[in-house]
């Protein structure tokens, strides 16, 4: 590739020089551990281009995993670009707080008619975290604001294990990775928790298909105990993302629905990771004709460009929390920056992309093409299981193969992945010892094939130093 690089690329060696002192003496970064990052190669990204992001020194590498899940159709879209300008020459911000503005309506309207049947209302703030705290808080309150009494007890939300619904306190509350999540159990609600699949390691030790998915059970079983205490259950429909790209068995997601209904439970869909296409479908739901009573929305929303967030609700709903000021039926929730124009703006052109160049039939062939290819992975000897639906997918790296058994926590090893990947052109980041690929759904198969392949050359690369054989079926 011999693009021109975006003006002022590359930065000067004593401006990248000081860039790197001055972030290792101020900055602080998420989900890191802030001494190890002083000893890793500092990546500074001063500017993107499609599918690629370039560092100050105007290096180019491939963004697998979207800018953290995020971005659909690639870097410095001009469409979204102008959009966002478009935008600023009207306004940059104000509030839904007791205003409103076109472009929150607009995408309202549009949001409503493309989500899960049902979803009519669009209560809008500004990241995944928050778009699920909405979502608890309104379920709680629906319950709280039932004529029959009776109802009214139903308080909880049933959540799963390896679950990652965000980092604020309600949303850690319903989350079950324990390495994130447990220290703070003493600052959380209480949240039963149920198994999600994740067969590889089957907690129940059966396989597919003879299981007849008898996970699910236990499901059935809390909520036949806990059915008329429980509030809602929410769940990360077909993927759980964080616990390591697991994928549901076929037909999970339809049955926890049936599940929930039968126990008047609502049911609460976090697409922030999975939705805008990131499955192959708008939104995971449609692929098991699921209709959740609310959805979270995020990361995808705006093409990964702003920080916004959607919580859907269904007219049900919304018209629990109708009535007059002192009846007490207020949702009292919002955030300064909900809604903002320039990000409604975004999505808005997002949504028009999406429309315009058919990305969802697009990405049918590349959605092929990726899952084919990463069966490859299973040869190397280090790769214990590989997942995938849609663009999203998990290579688990193992120690032994035959027994399962991880890599010791100390010889990070899916960390010295990505960092041989980032030496090969390409950004990934791991989760434990997940490999996790997500390229922006504007992928090129060019672009996939290079990243399936820098992917596999690093894992093959890391893993025979640690003393792995390698690939068995190539030497
Ligand atoms: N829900 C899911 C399923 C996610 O994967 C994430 C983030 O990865 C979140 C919620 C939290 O989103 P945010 O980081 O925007 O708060």
Redesign the pocket.
């Known amino acids: 590739m011999s693009h021109p690089l975006p003006p002022g690329i590359p930065l000067s060696p004593e401006r990248i020089r000081d860039l790197v002192e001055a972030d290792h003496r101020y900055l602080w970064h998420p989900f890191t551990q802030m001494q190890e990052w002083y000893g890793q190669p500092c990546l500074i990204v001063a500017a993107a281009e499609g599918c690629s992001l370039i560092d100050a020194e105007g290096n180019r590498y491939l963004d697998g995993v979207s800018s ?2 995020a971005n659909v159709h690639g870097h410095r879209r001009k469409e979204l670009d102008q959009a966002i300008r478009n935008q600023l020459d009207r306004v940059a911000h104000t509030t839904l707080l007791g205003l409103a503005h076109p472009a929150a309506i607009e995408l309202a309207r549009e949001l409503a008619a493309l989500a899960p049947k049902g979803l009519t209302r669009v209560f809008f703030s500004d ?4 778009a ?1 705290e909405a979502a608890l808080k309104i379920a709680f309150q629906y319950w709280q604001q039932q004529k029959d009494e009776r109802k009214r007890t139903k308080r909880r939300i049933v959540s799963f294990r390896n679950a ?4 604020t306190l309600g ?1 850690v509350s319903v989350g079950g990775v324990d390495l994130f999540h447990e220290r703070y159990r003493p600052l959380l609600f209480p949240s039963p928790k149920v198994t999600y699949p994740y067969c590889y390691r089957c907690h129940l030790g059966l396989s597919r298909p003879g299981c007849g998915m008898a996970c699910a059970d236990e499901l059935e079983d809390v909520l036949e105990r806990e059915g008329l205490s429980t509030a809602a259950l929410i769940i ?1 429909p077909l993927v759980q ?2 616990a390591g790209m697991v994928v549901a068995p076929e037909g999970f997601l339809k049955r926890v629905e049936t599940i929930c209904r039968k126990h008047e439970v609502l049911l609460i869909a ?1 697409e ?3 939705g805008f296409g990131r499955t192959g479908t708008l939104f995971a739901c449609e692929q098991e004709a699921v209709r959740p009573d609310l959805m ?1 929305l ?2 995808g929303i705006t093409g990964g460009y702003l920080p916004l ?1 959607a919580t859907l609700a269904t007219e049900e709903i919304f018209e629990a929390f109708l009535g007059g000021v002192a009846e007490g039926k207020t949702f009292f929730h919002g955030h300064t920056f909900t809604g903002n124009p320039l990000a409604c703006a975004a999505a808005l052109a997002s949504l028009e992309i999406f429309r315009r160049e058919r990305v969802l039939e697009q990405i049918q062939p590349k959605i092929r093409h990726f899952a084919s290819r990463l069966e490859s992975f299973r040869d190397l000897e280090s790769v214990g299981d590989v997942r995938c639906k849609g663009l999203m997918a998990g290579i688990e790296l193992v120690a032994d193969k035959e027994t399962r058994q991880p890599y010791p926590v100390e010889k990070r090893v899916a960390v010295k992945v990505i960092l041989e990947a980032r030496r090969r052109g390409l950004v990934i980041r791991p989760l434990g010892d997940v490999v996790v690929l997500m390229p922006p759904l504007a992928v090129t198969l060019e672009e996939l094939d290079r990243i399936l392949d820098v992917t596999y050359e690093s894992i093959d690369t890391v893993t025979r130093a640690l003393g792995r054989p390698g690939n068995k079926g190539k030497s």
């Not at 990241?127 to 928050?130: A, F, H, I, P, Y």
């Not at 990652?164 to 980092?167: V, W």
Request: proline letters at 0%.
């Open positions: 953290l899940w990241n995944g975290s928050t699920v990652y619904h965000g980092d949303a990360e993302g964080a976090d922030v990771a999975v979270a995020a990361k967030a």
